[in-house]
């Protein structure tokens, strides 16, 4: 499975963990206002103590941006949105029904056959990016 690099991983949450809708204007927008914002800091910052020990403030505004990044790499190493190819095939009796017929057979090869585990999770087997489906079976009728 393709993976970013680690030192990408915490762009990757933040653009996974924002709402789909204003990602494209972020992409987009996001490194103009940077870059513009970082040529006009000198600028606008000039004056004032240079030492780090008069400015409290300004280690704790770094500390939070470190302990943010870190949580963001944190989070893109789970990566719960990205599919899990290591999931273990489905089997009989990991579904824990005590006379299995032909249906639930039929459908433990359809979930491997399609790919469903890498997503979704029955009994503790699958992938977490997708609902889970243990108690899916016994809320649909066949009508």
């Not at 606008?44 to 008069?54: D, L, V, Y």
């Not at 939070?64 to 790499?73: A, D, E, N, P």
């Not at 290591?86 to 009989?92: D, K, S, V």
């Not at 029904?97 to 032909?102: A, C, L, T």
Request: hydrophobic content about 45%.
């Amino acid at each position: 499975m393709p993976a970013p690099d680690w030192y990408m991983l915490p762009i990757f949450a933040l653009f996974a963990l924002m709402p789909p809708k204003i990602e494209s204007y972020v992409i987009v927008i996001g490194p103009i206002f940077t870059v513009i914002y970082l040529l006009v800091l000198p600028f606008i910052s000039n004056k004032g103590e240079r030492s780090p020990i008069r400015r409290p403030w300004a280690i704790f505004g770094c500390i939070c941006v470190v302990v943010f990044i870190i949580s963001l790499l944190v989070v893109g190493m789970q990566s719960p949105w990205s599919p899990d190819f290591t999931t273990e095939a489905l089997t009989i009796k990991n579904i824990k029904v005590k006379n299995p017929g032909v249906e639930i057979q039929n459908g433990v090869s359809l979930f491997y056959s399609k790919g469903c585990q890498y997503c979704h999770k029955i009994n503790g087997y699958g992938g977490l990016k997708g609902p889970g489906l243990t108690i899916i079976g016994r809320t649909l009728n066949a009508g």
